[in-house]
T-cell receptor, first 113, second 110 residues
């Protein structure tokens, strides 16, 4: 069964460094998402991506964040200059379009020191 | 404002006892609701959705528009049901955003 895959599973970085989290969505899916979950808190929507552009973003998704789909298969989340409060689990998800069901990756844990 | 609430952060029940995980929503449009589950060290996965009216792993959930609720129920809890459960709402904007409740951690005591 096809799955969403994410890399790395865990990244530790220094404050101020750039981080890129990678996702490979399910191949025939049309909608792509990034969610974030800070330890002990709820799963928060960051951004949705459709037709090669951002379709919606949350207040959390400020200028330090960007997403792109560089090659038609990978879907990346970049944090330009990480802050301590960016430490969280980041989940990528994709959706086919006919249903509302999201398929999630296993997550990338980001630790900012 | 669109919102999903789950009043219980933690819920412990004995094996064989009935389980009810509460979910309420606030949404002016026609709601489409889901329950997602996250077992220990696994990814979030869909448990069930209200439009399909199915029973998965013995769980059911009925949408009550009058009470704006979508509670998840199971008559007899099993140890393998221990997990984090998230209620989710599909916002039918142009691009269909899904928002999550804060989650309920279910612990089934043997």
């Amino acid at each position: 069964e096809p799955e969403v895959t994410q890399t790395p599973s865990h990244q530790v970085t220094q404050m101020g460094q750039e981080v890129i989290l990678r996702c490979v969505p399910i191949s025939n899916h049309l909608y792509f998402y990034w969610y974030r979950q800070i330890l002990g808190q709820k799963v928060e929507f960051l951004v949705s991506f459709y037709n090669n552009e951002i379709s919606e973003k949350s207040e959390i998704f400020d200028d330090q964040f960007s997403v792109e789909r560089p090659d038609g298969s990978n879907f990346t989340l970049k944090i330009r200059s990480t802050k301590l409060e960016d430490s969280a689990m980041y989940f990528c998800a994709s959706r086919q379009g006919w249903t509302g069901e999201l398929f999630f990756g296993e997550g990338s844990r980001l630790t900012v020191l | 404002a669109q919102r999903v609430t789950q009043p219980e952060k933690l819920l412990s029940v004995f094996k064989g006892a009935p389980v009810e995980l509460k979910c309420n929503y606030s949404y002016s449009g026609s709601p489409e609701l889901f329950w997602y589950v996250q077992y220990s060290r696994q990814r979030l996965q869909l448990l069930l959705r209200h439009i399909s009216r199915e029973s998965i792993k013995g769980f059911t959930a009925d949408l009550n528009k009058g009470e704006t609720s979508f509670h998840l129920k199971k008559p007899f809890a099993q140890e393998e049901d221990s997990a984090m459960y998230y209620c989710a709402l599909l916002l039918k904007t142009s691009y269909d955003k899904v928002i999550f409740g804060p989650g309920t951690s279910l612990s089934v005591i043997p």
